[in-house]
């Protein structure tokens, strides 16, 4: 009882205080870590526990180079150039939102790749923060590109991009709209 207590403590505390982060040290995260994450964001729920994302490890000096030198949009560039590891999010299409036969049964079609995949983005950027480590999702890059660069197989569509490693910032929270703004009781 105790436990379980501490755990949602430590859950809450841990949603209110992750930030967004775009300056890391230059220091590796190592893959005991990596896997560890990824053994979290595994836990993420997905549409009929599809389990479609996957992650693609970008952490070479010469890779990341080359990422945010010629793949990611202008106002990212900076964050790729010092971040010492990108996770590049996919989703293996035709799999969240759809039933076995291959329709999709809900009026919003395919749409549930993108929730899964933020889903597993959240619970991974979470787990980072619980371990000391700082991330950032990315929305803008070109996705044919890293495809190509990354070797993304066909069947998979690139989400996001998330940036992570040891923070060398501590940002202030942006704002966030009072809970009396956006709850409705009906
Ligand atoms: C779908 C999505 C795309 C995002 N794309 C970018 C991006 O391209 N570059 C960036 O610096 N931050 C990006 N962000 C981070 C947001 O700017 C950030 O989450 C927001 O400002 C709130 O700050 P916080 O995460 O520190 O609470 C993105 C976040 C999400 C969820």
Request: aromatic share 6%; proline share 3%; glycine share 6%.
């Amino acid at each position: 009882m105790f436990t379980k207590h501490i755990e949602q403590m430590n859950t809450i505390a841990c949603i209110k205080s992750r930030r967004s982060i775009r300056r890391y040290l230059p220091r590796k995260v190592a893959h005991e870590i990596i896997e560890e994450l990824i053994a979290c964001a595994k836990w993420a729920p997905s549409w009929n526990n599809c389990k479609a994302v996957r992650y693609t490890v970008v952490e070479r000096e010469e890779d990341l180079k080359e990422l945010a030198d010629t793949l990611v949009a202008s106002e990212n560039i900076h964050i790729v150039r010092n971040a010492p590891l990108i996770f590049i999010i996919s989703n293996v299409k035709k799999r969240s939102g759809y039933e076995r036969d291959g329709h999709t049964s809900s009026a919003k079609g395919d749409s549930w790749e993108m929730f899964d995949a933020g889903a597993a983005c959240q619970t991974l950027c979470l787990a980072a923060a619980e371990l000391g480590l700082g991330t950032v999702i990315m929305g803008t890059f070109d996705e044919i590109g890293i495809g190509r660069f990354a070797g993304i197989p066909e069947n998979e569509e690139i989400i996001a991009l998330v940036a992570c490693g040891y923070a060398d910032e501590t940002p202030k929270a942006p704002r966030r709209k009072e809970v009396a703004e956006i709850l409705r009781y009906l």
